[in-house]
C-alpha cells in the first residue's frame, strides 16, 4: 500500500486578519463546526447534521459549515435539511476553492469528517496538518490515515458525534492534546514518500523483468 501525501499549503493559518477574511467571506460565526465533502451519501452528511441538531440544545451560537458541491443522489440531503429546520444554522459553502481552504480550516473549531466509505481520506488528513481538531469515522481506510490524530467514532452512532464535539468545545486542553498528535501524524504523509515509494515497485518490477524466475510457470 502506497499512501497519498500531503500539499505544502496545509498548515496552520494563524494570523487573524485571514481566519477573519474567510469567515466573511463564507459567512461564518467565530465558531463553527466545518466537514469538507461532496454532498452524496457516503459522505454522510445526514448524520452529522442530526448530530449537529443536538448539540444546538445548549450551543445555539453554532453553525455548521459543509464545502462541497453536489454529488450523486444528493437530493436525500437537502430534503432532511429543510425538514430539520436547522437551515439557518448551515451554510453550504459549494466548492471553495484550494487556495481558500487552508485559513477555513483553520479558523474552524472542530473538524468532522462522518464519511462510511473512503479509499484514502485527505479532508481530514488535511484538517489534522492545518492544527484543527478532527473527529473521523472509524470506516474504510480512515483509521490507518487518522491514527491518534483524530477521535474515531462510530458513523451510525450520531450521540458519539454530538458528545465529541461538545467536549472539544468546552475542553482546550483535550483539543490542544489532540492537536499535538494530529501535527505528528499529518507530518509522516510526504508526497516525497509516495514517490520513492512508487518508484521503488517500478525498479522490482524492472529487474524482476531482467531476471524471471524459470520457475514461476510451473
Known amino acids: 500500500v502506497i499512501t497519498e501525501g500531503l500539499d505544502a499549503q496545509f498548515m496552520p493559518i494563524t494570523d487573524p486578519q485571514q481566519r477573519a477574511a474567510v469567515r466573511q467571506r463564507y459567512n461564518l460565526p467565530e465558531r463553527f463546526i466545518l466537514t469538507v465533502g461532496t454532498l452524496e451519501p457516503r459522505k454522510n452528511h445526514t448524520m452529522l447534521l442530526h448530530a449537529f441538531g443536538a448539540l444546538l440544545a445548549t450551543e445555539p451560537d453554532l453553525v455548521l459549515a459543509i464545502a462541497g458541491k453536489r454529488g450523486w443522489l444528493y437530493q436525500d440531503f437537502l430534503a432532511a435539511l429543510e425538514h430539520s429546520g436547522l437551515e439557518p444554522h448551515v451554510r453550504l ?38 492544527g484543527t481538531p478532527v473527529l473521523c469515522s472509524t ?11 483524530g477521535w474515531l467514532l462510530n458513523p451510525l452512532a450520531p450521540a458519539e458525534w454530538t458528545r465529541a464535539m461538545l467536549r472539544l468545545l468546552h475542553e482546550p486542553e483535550a483539543a ?27 525498479q522490482q518490477l524492472l529487474q524482476t523483468e531482467k531476471n524471471p524466475n524459470p520457475q514461476s510457470n510451473s
Open 93 to 130: 459553502l459549494n466548492h471553495v476553492p484550494d487556495a481558500d481552504l487552508p485559513a477555513l480550516i483553520s479558523a474552524a473549531s472542530v473538524f468532522a469528517f462522518p464519511s462510511i466509505y473512503e479509499g484514502f481520506g485527505l479532508p481530514p488528513l488535511e484538517a489534522m496538518a492545518c
Open 139 to 149: 470506516a474504510a481506510s480512515l483509521p490507518e490515515v487518522v491514527g491518534d490524530g
Open 176 to 202: 490542544s492534546a489532540l492537536v499535538a498528535r494530529a501535527l505528528k501524524q499529518a507530518s509522516t504523509f510526504t508526497w516525497r514518500k509516495t514517490a520513492i515509494a512508487t518508484r521503488a515497485v517500478y
